[in-house]
């Protein structure tokens, strides 16, 4: 645990700014994400250090298909999230508390060690939301940055603007899940709100990051010939066709167990949709 950045002191607890919710955290409670806590007026990283899941990945798996292909990475993962989508599937982590979980110890130094010894040339921030532990991605990406390996951010892109700013002289490549071209969809069923992914997508690609985009097709919620057009203008609009996109197939998981998997014919469909609108990269994903 050490003190999180991006908070300030406000009344009887702080206001933390690391994400859009700008949660106001009394002494003692915590914020959205479950993993930053006031203590004596000021604001703690819980989990710092002490990752829920340490695994070698091909990089494919994140996914990022034209960054370093047909290489591994480390995947580091610690408890959290700023989102609540219903049909999580790695809910077990992410909507958990770092206290919940089964947890390693292993500090920044000794995670960019680890690397080595594996030969494996990046890292990735992954599998829950990476920006609830910034303070250990941050120190992270700096100590593999300055010995050659690469960063990668697996991410919802829901962060303020500072955060971001201050980690991306650091990151590589990203891959950010786009849930739907809808605010009242995020609103309802993540509980966040869409610009600031949009924004922060905009953000990365001119700061020369390497850049994939996801968007998980939810049976029956934002599977319709609309969504996917919608989603493909934004990204002709704002000059990402070459952005790899990869459209994913949902299974029911989590608090959503009641819609079907996605049925191919609608990833088909949609993979036409992308490509019809100059998107010259488009993936399946989950089948």
């Keep these: 645990m050490i003190e999180a950045r991006f908070y300030a002191a406000e009344g ?35 989990s710092y250090g002490t990752p829920c899941a340490v695994a070698d990945d091909p990089v494919e798996k994140k996914p990022l298909n034209h960054f370093m292909p047909g290489t591994r990475c480390l995947s580091l993962s610690c408890t959290g999230c700023n989102l609540s989508c219903r049909w999580c599937q790695n809910s077990d982590i992410s909507q958990a508390a770092p206290e919940n979980a089964d947890r390693y110890v292993l500090s920044p130094e000794e995670a960019v060690d680890l690397c080595f010894r594996q030969g494996l040339p990046s890292i990735a921030y992954t599998y829950t939301e990476p920006f609830t532990w910034w303070e250990y ?19 919802a892109g829901y ?12 990151l590589d490549a990203a891959n950010i899940d786009i849930k739907a071209m809808d605010d009242g ?14 924004e922060n997508i905009i953000e990365m ?3 020369g990051i390497h850049v994939e985009i996801t968007n998980l097709l939810v049976t029956g919620l934002n599977d319709s010939s609309g969504q996917v057009t ?8 704002s000059g990402l066709q070459d952005v790899p ?17 996605t049925p191919t014919a609608t990833l088909l469909a949609a993979r036409n949709i992308a490509l019809s609108h100059g998107i010259r990269h488009v993936y399946l994903g989950n089948v």
Excluded: Q
């Design 159 to 170: 962060v303020e603007k500072e955060p971001l700013k201050v980690l991306l002289p650091y």
């Design 12 to 46: 009887d607890g702080v206001r933390c700014l690391l994400c859009p919710h700008h949660c106001f955290i009394k002494e003692g409670r915590r914020g959205i994400c479950r993993s930053r806590e006031c203590r004596e007026g000021k604001l703690w990283a819980l």
């Design 205 to 207: 690609k001119a700061a």
């Design 245 to 261: 996109l990869h459209l994913s197939r949902f299974f029911p998981r989590y608090r959503m167990t009641s819609p079907d998997p």
């Design 137 to 155: 991605m941050y120190d992270m990406a700096v100590l593999a940055h300055g010995r050659g390996l690469k960063n990668i951010l697996v991410s």
């Design 185 to 198: 969809f995020y609103r309802k069923w993540c509980g966040a709100t869409l610009a600031p992914v949009l």
């Design 230 to 237: 919608a989603l493909c203008e934004w990204m002709e609009d």
